[in-house]
């Protein structure tokens, strides 16, 4: 014989929710609240202790934030003094949230090192909030030899000591989600998007169309906008005459259209220009960009700044997670560039496992 579970109606006649899933609706909405009653001491990178000290100065009961001295020594190696542990050892059985940004070589290994020290002094839980994973693209080996840094980096982390609870890695719009599954042992990935941000920020605009440069960008972020009002556009490259590659429009219209792009990262930003041509070219009355890091190697930004050779956009917004370039960008009545601050975003997602 078939059981059938219950079907609850109001007495309007409309469905009403199982009182099995409003307990666990109950019991989820009371986990979330004891994570965000969670306090946390605040370590930081050097690019990430302006970040640190708004954090702490936002909600002071929750954060409190220690500074570090990242010192060298003549020959050239570290000299790192981590506040916190003297005269009073207020690091040891807390939970520790560490803000790293990985610049390069030299920092990550240094905020590495950092780590190890703080997972070696009986905390009670590590959290990385590394928002800009800078390895992501490296995932795959075609030709023999080639490191594929996204797996040693995964390595470095795996091997983290333990504390205990795994150590909880938090990144922002990963470009490739695979690399989540590198991590093993003592370290977790925690995925998050900066989406929500931008959607806000659209909030008060006359953006009516989302685009996105390859089909890459739509599989990683159409969803996100599912349900929203504004047309979608998927852009491409193809190859024409002469073995030349064309950014072209494959899918929607933006003719009359106020139209953001939208993309996890730029870096010499070429074909994001050439997509902007295309999309003004094809009737579209503004054209922005959105991109949730902004690394821009050798300030290549200047190019899409006002005056620029590839001034094609009306506004570039882009979040604060590769901070040492984006506190470089002008802002500000006239400019081109916005940054979207992730301060909320993090404290948000802080108490928040599954945002991607």
């Not at 009403?16 to 306090?39: F, G, L, T, W, Y």
């Not at 390895?135 to 594929?148: F, P, S």
Request: proline share 4%.
């Amino acid at each position: 014989m078939v059981t059938l579970e219950p079907h609850f109606v109001h007495a309007t006649g409309l469905p009403e929710e199982d009182p099995k899933q409003s307990d666990q609706k109950i019991a989820h909405q009371q986990r979330i609240r004891n994570r965000a009653s969670v306090q946390y001491q605040v370590i930081a990178s050097p690019a990430s202790a302006s970040l640190a000290e708004r954090l702490a100065s936002q909600q002071p009961d929750r954060f409190t934030y220690h500074e570090t001295s990242w010192g060298k020594f003549p020959d050239g190696t570290d000299n790192i003094v981590v506040s916190g542990f003297s005269p009073y050892n207020l690091i040891s059985g807390e939970h520790v949230l560490f803000l790293a940004e990985f610049g390069d070589n030299d920092v990550t290994l240094s905020q590495y090192q950092v780590m190890i020290v703080l997972l070696q002094s009986f905390i009670k839980s590590l959290t990385v909030v590394l928002p800009y994973y800078p390895v992501g693209t490296m995932e795959r080996v075609t030709t023999e030899g080639t490191v594929a840094t996204a797996s040693t980096y995964a390595h470095l982390f795996s091997s983290l000591p333990s504390c205990g609870t795994p150590t909880r890695l938090m990144v922002y719009d990963l470009h490739t989600l695979q690399n989540r599954f590198y991590l093993h042992g003592h370290a977790v990935a925690s995925l998050h998007t900066t989406i929500p941000l931008l959607k806000r920020r659209l909030e008060t605009t006359q953006v009516d169309c989302i685009a996105f440069p390859d089909d890459g960008a739509a599989k990683r972020f159409q969803d996100s906008f599912s349900g929203s009002a504004k047309e979608i556009v998927v852009c491409g490259k193809t190859r024409g005459p002469n073995d030349k590659r064309t950014v072209k429009i494959q899918e929607g219209s933006v003719a009359g259209r106020h139209v953001v792009i939208v993309d996890d990262l730029v870096q010499t930003g070429g074909t994001l220009y050439e997509t902007g041509k295309v999309l003004k070219e094809a009737g579209a009355v503004s054209v922005s960009a959105f991109v949730a890091h902004a690394v821009f190697p050798n300030q290549s930004w200047k190019r899409f700044a006002k005056g620029g050779d590839r001034a094609v956009f009306d506004r570039f917004y882009v979040t604060n997670s590769v901070s040492t370039v984006t506190d470089q960008l002008p802002t500000g009545e006239g400019e081109v560039f916005e940054v979207l601050d992730l301060l909320d975003t993090v404290i948000t997602d802080l108490d928040n496992f599954s945002s991607l």
